[in-house]
C-alpha cells in the first residue's frame, strides 16, 4: 500500500511538471495550428539557462524561475517573429519540419558550446527528502517545483480567463479570421502565445534540472512526451493538457515501479498510441475531422 | 534519336561509368564516399515512394533502417547466419512491422500520423536499449568479421576490401531507381499520387486508400531495410541511437526535402548535396581548408575548438538546411530548377 501511494505522489509531483510543458504545446497549437517539434529542446535550453545562472551567479535554481521565465519568453517571441510566422501558412510537413530543424540547431549549438557530457545541478536539497506518515517521503526538489508549477499554473489560467490579452489569445484560438474581424491583432496573439510556450518549456526545464541530468539532447524525450500529453487531453486544451500532464505522471512513475525503470516510456508511448486510435480528440477535446 | 531513346542512353552510359569506377579508382576513401552516396540515395528514394508520392510523411522510418539493420547483425552474430541469408529475414520481419504500423497509423492524418510513425520508431528503439539478451543493449552489437561469399566452390569474394560493397551500393540504388521509376509510370504511381493530391477525391473515385497506402508502406520499408542491412555489415556495428534514433528518421526526410519529393532525380540531388557536405565537415576538411588559407591559425583558440567540434557539427548541418529549404525552397532542389527552366521558357516567348 505504501509502494502504490509512494509512487501515486511522486507521480502528481512529477506530472505538474509534465503539465507545464504540454500547456505549453497546447497553447502554441491552439492559436498556430502548428505542432512545435522544438518543444522538448526549448526545454533543454531552459535548463542550461538554469545551470548557467546557478553555476556563475550562484542564484537558486528555484528563484532564478523569475530570470528563466521572461528571457525564454523573449526567446520564443523572436522565434515566432523570425522562423514561425514565415510558415504559418504553408503546408502542415513543411511547419512540422521547420519545427525539427530548429530544434537540432539548438541541441547541436548547445552541444557544440557545452559538448555533449551529462551535467548535474547539486543544490544542497537535491537528494533531501520530507517524510509523510506512512512510510510515505517526498522529494524536497520536486515537492517545491511542484507548488511552484501550481501557482504558474493558476496565474496563467486567471490570465488566460481575466485578462484582455488572454481573452483575446482564446478567441484566436477558437476562430483565427473571426478574431482578426473583431479588431484582435492575432499575429500579436500568436508572438505572445509562442512566447508564452517557450516561457512554459522554458520553466519546466529549470524546474527539473536539480533532479535531472542535463545534456543536450535531452530535448527529444521531452517533446515526445508534450504530444502524449496534449493528445491525451486534447490538442488545444488548456485542462486538457493540465489533466494530461498528471495522469502521464501517474502512469509513467506507476510503470517504473511495477514494470520496470526501462519499460516506463514504452508504456507511455504505447498509451499514446492506443488514445490516437481510439480516441483521436482526447479527454477534452472537441472532436474534428 | 527522341527525347525517350536520349534518355536511356545517357543512363545506360552512366551506369557503365558507374561499373567502371573500381578498376581504375583505387583510393579505399573514394570508394567509401561512393558508397555512402549509394546508401544515402537508397535511403532517400525509399523514403520518397512513401512520401514524396503517396504523400505520407513519416518522421519513423529508422524503425524499418533499424530492424532490418539488426536483424542482418544480430542473426550473423549469435546464430552465425551470412547477411545474405539473414537480409530476407529482415525483410520478412520488416513486411509483419509495416502492416502493423500501417494499420495503426494510416488510420490517422497530417500531423497524427507524423506523431504516431515517431512514437513507433521511438518503441523500437526503447526496446532495443531495454531487450539486452537479444540486442546487447545501449552496447550495440559489433561484428565485423564476414564470411566470404560462395557460389558453389568458389569464392567470389571475401570482403577484404571496399569493391564488392561499392557494387551491393550500386545494386541497391539501381533496383530502387528502378521500382521507382516503375511506380511513377504505373497505375500504382497515380493512385499514389492521387491520395497524395486529394485523400477525399481519391476514395470517391474508388480508390481504396487503405490498401495502397500500405503497398507504398511496404515498398518503402522494404527498400529502407535492404539499406538497413547494408548498412549494418559495411560499417559493422549497429546501436540503438545510430539506426533508430530521430536523428536517422530525419536524415532520411531530409534528403528527399532538400532535392524535392516526388521526384525521380530529387533523392540523388539531396544526397549530392548532403553526403560529400557531411562528410567535409566529420573529416575535419573545412577546418583544414579555413587553417590553409589562412583564416584561422591552427594554434589558436578558435582553430583547436573548430578542430574539436566541428567534425560533431553534421546534424547542426542538417538542422540549419532543413530551416533554409524549408523558408526559401519548399519544394526542393528540384523545385528550385523547375521554377528557373519554367521562367527561362517563360521569357523566351
Redesign the interface.
Known sequence: MAVLLQSLISGILIGGVYALIGIGLTLIFGVMRIINFAHGDILMVGMYLTYIIFTWLHIDPFVSVLITFPLMFLFGGVLQKVFINRVLNALAQNQILLTIGLGLIMSNTVMLIFTSDYKILTTSYSSASIQVGGGVSVSTPLLISFLITAAITAALYWFLLKTDTGQAIRATAQDRDAAQLMGINVKRMSIIAFGLGAALAGTAGALISPTYYIFPQVGGIFTLKAFVITVLGGMGSVVGATLGGVLIGITESMSAVYISSGWKDVVVFVLFLLVLLFKPSGLMGKSRT | MNKTTLKAVLVLIALAVLLAVPKYVESPYALHMMILLFLSVTMGQSWNILGGYAGQ?S?GHAAYFGVGAYTTMMLMHAKQIAPWYGVWIGIALVVVVALAIGS?CF??R???F???S???A??LR??A??LTTLTNGAEGILATELPAFKIGETVVTDFSTKVPFYYIGLFLIVLTIAITYLVQHSKLGYFFQAIREDQDAAHSLGISISLYKNIALVISAVLTSLAGSFYGIYVGFVDPPTVLG?DVS?QI?LIC?IGGMGTLWGPMLGSLVLVPLSEALRSNMITEALVKVGMVNAESKVGIFLKE?LS??H??L??????LV??FM?DGLMGFVKKLALRRKREAI
Open positions: 510523411h518522421v495503426i488510420r490517422l497530417g500531423p497524427y507524423v506523431l504516431a515517431i512514437a513507433v521511438e518503441i526503447l526496446s536499449i531495454n530521430l530525419v526526410m526535402i567540434n560533431h557539427a546534424v547542426l542538417y538542422g540549419i538546411l532543413v530551416v524549408i523558408l519548399p
